[in-house]
């Protein structure tokens, strides 16, 4: 098991036509979002225009999930579907999507035989959670948006807190990851399963 923790601090943010985004990983390390060369890539970006149209990204699939605001995507000659808070759409990034609505979200892209989920979770002062299953997963990346929480996995505890992303790879069978926040939370997890032989 390794883990990763990328602090607010350490963290690039970009411009992009719509507004901006923030890279929370990419792996392999050596992968770039330019090169298209990435298993997976987990973000998050604020859409700072009213309409904004997606870029076409034809090999990788992606999943958005809202975590402030509301958005509406139009996947042309597919579906439209509007997202509120914690709410997830995935499809192919190949197809031409628009989306209207002022929002920040957190993605995950995916590319080969990668997969990978998106779910959001809030927790009271105290309150623990140990639903964030690990079994057939070999990646589990844990986003912050407020508060502070401790993260306890193989016997290991970690601290993070607003706007931290840590990530766990998993080399051996895992059943869970005990989550426990030391005041109000809200989280936004990507779960990921690389399909490699």
Not at 108 to 118: I, K, N, Y
Request: hydrophobic share 35%; aromatic share 10%; charged share 20%.
């Amino acid at each position: 098991m390794q883990v990763k923790i990328s602090r607010k601090t350490e963290q690039k943010t970009s411009q992009w036509s719509g507004g901006t985004t923030t890279q929370l990983a990419i792996f392999p390390e050596t992968a770039t979002y330019d090169q298209r060369n990435f298993l997976f890539r987990i973000s998050t970006a604020q859409v700072l225009t009213e309409e904004s149209e997606f870029t076409s990204l034809p090999i990788i699939s992606r999943s958005i999930m809202i975590l402030e605001g509301n958005l509406t995507l139009n996947h042309e000659g597919h579906y439209s579907k509007t997202l509120q808070k914690f709410d997830s759409d995935t499809f192919n990034g190949g197809w031409k999507t628009k989306s209207s609505g002022k929002v920040t979200d957190f993605n995950l892209m995916t590319r080969g035989e990668a997969t990978g989920t998106l779910l959001g979770k809030t927790l009271q002062p105290q309150q623990t959670c140990t639903e964030i299953d690990c079994k057939n997963h070999d990646v589990v990346g844990i986003y912050l948006l407020c508060g502070t929480a401790e993260i306890g996995c193989n016997g290991k505890k970690y601290i993070i807190g607003e706007n931290d992303f840590l990530m766990v790879f998993f080399e051996l069978d895992f059943d869970k990851i005990k989550l426990t926040a030391h005041e109000y939370c809200e989280i936004a997890v990507a779960v990921i399963q690389m399909n490699q032989s």
